[in-house]
C-alpha cells in the first residue's frame, strides 16, 4: 500500500514536471525482488556497492529496478 501511494505521488509530480519511470535500489534478496516485481517493477541491472554502503548493506551490489507508471497507474 505504501509503495502503490508513493508511486501515486510520484505520477503526479511526473505529469506536471515530466517522466514516466520510478527506479530505485534494493538488496539481491528473492522476497524483495519478487515484491518489486510483483509491483510492476523490472530488474535491468546491478550496481557495486561505494565503499561507505557496505556497512548498511548486504552483499556487494544492489539490483537496479525500473517500473513504467504509464503501464501500471
Not at 550496481?47 to 561505494?50: A, D, F, I, K, V
Given at each position: 500500500m505504501l509503495l502503490k501511494l508513493a508511486c501515486n505521488k510520484i505520477k503526479v509530480a511526473q505529469d506536471v514536471l515530466g517522466g514516466r519511470y520510478v527506479y530505485l535500489e534494493c538488496e539481491d534478496k528473492p522476497k524483495l525482488k519478487e515484491f518489486y516485481e510483483s509491483n510492476g517493477f523490472v530488474c535491468f541491472g546491478k550496481?557495486?556497492?561505494?565503499r561507505d554502503e557496505r556497512d548498511k548493506n548486504n552483499g556487494d551490489y544492489l539490483l537496479q529496478m525500473l517500473c513504467d507508471l504509464s503501464k501500471n497507474n
Open positions: 550496481r557495486n556497492l561505494e
